[in-house]
């Protein structure tokens, strides 16, 4: 498929979002000129400058940020002061792209990232396209999301849930496009054999992953005396909580937090693990998971996993063919769940099998990367 040079704008890097690095430097490895801009993070970010601009294209920036900050200014003041504060790096993105001949800028989440891409584009008569993938869309005001989309010439979402989010807040339909994100199944080679009595999980610490369930869950599986360790690998803003209740469960020696990890240390803990938990759960104002991709990784490598239909898991997961999903906030279910993994070698390896044939037959990264690109083409040519 004939390639042509796209921008893409991040807020900034994240050690969650290793499926947004991948279909990146995929694209890069099948001839995609892609430049990538931040808005935080050194080295690389966008400056705050309005002088390389020059003042022809300051004035179409501020005429088209006008309009947006007087919708913005009595419905989302919030929205309206970060876009005000960010218009300096909309004009440093604006200079970058005239020199190096982007045909499609792009956003990765519809947040702050698509509101200035909008803007950018809008300025350089450029189309721009929007990956969203969940707390961009799920935790979000419908109007918002329409005001933030409605001028994308195209959006890609990971998940059916995200794509029917954006749908029923007024974007048509034949403009939202699922594309789920892929693995390079060739680096996740199949291998159900698990000694041990491990479980692990890896993810944000953070309300929605349901990870004091997990906790609950563990307290139940050692009043049975079932045997088992439980390692959580990830930061965020409940971690201090997390071992806290880790500590007045009685957990001190049973679980692990152990931070970040690199991806081929959280490789090394599936291939160990005789199972991976993840009871998401949905929060008060709409925030849920997507298809977590450490399930995925899990369900490439032959672990069995956990889960919830509290987000999209169950667009992937039967429950007892190819995973087990239990309902959120449950812990003696998932104790239920995990207990029956760790004593039912059989039973889980014929979930392990299931489950790696739907990860070849629908997230396969080479096979996804060509709907990406298709995508890219249709959203250039609007």
Known sequence: MPSFPITCLLDQPAPSETFIRRELDLLRQRGWPLTVRLLKGQPGALPFVWRTLPAAGRRVLLRAAGRRLREELPRAPVTAARLLRRLPQVAALLQAVQYDGTRLL?????????DLVGLAA???????????????VFAVSPPLLYRRLRSAAAVTACS???????????????????????????????????????LFTACRLEE?????????ACACLARRDIQFTCVIAGSGPLERD??????????????TFTGWLTQEEIRAHLLAARAVALPSRRTADGDRDGIANILLEAMALGTP??????????????D??????VPPDDPDALADALEELLREEDAARVLTQAART?????????????????????????
């Open 320 to 325: 007892r063919v190819n995973g087990r999903l």
């Open 305 to 318: 996993v956990v889960t919830t239909e509290a987000g999209a898991a169950g667009e992937v997961i039967e």
């Open 160 to 198: 059916q849930q995200a794509a029917n989010t954006v749908i029923a807040c007024g974007i048509p339909s034949a403009n939202v496009h699922v594309i789920h994100h892929g693995l390079p199944l060739a680096h996740f080679p199949f291998d159900p054999a698990r000694e041990g009595h491990a």
């Open 122 to 136: 809008q300025t350089a008569d450029l189309p721009w396209s929007c990956a969203v993938h969940a707390r961009d």
């Open 208 to 216: 929605k992953k349901g990870l004091d369930t997990l906790l609950h």
């Open 106 to 114: 792009h956003a990765q989440f519809a947040g702050i990232t698509a």
């Open 242 to 255: 997390l071992r806290a209740l880790a500590q007045r469960l009685s957990l001190d020696t049973a679980v």
């Open 358 to 382: 739907t990860i070849e037959s629908r997230f396969d990264a080479e096979k996804n990367i060509t709907a990406l690109e298709a995508f890219f083409a249709q959203a250039q040519r609007k």
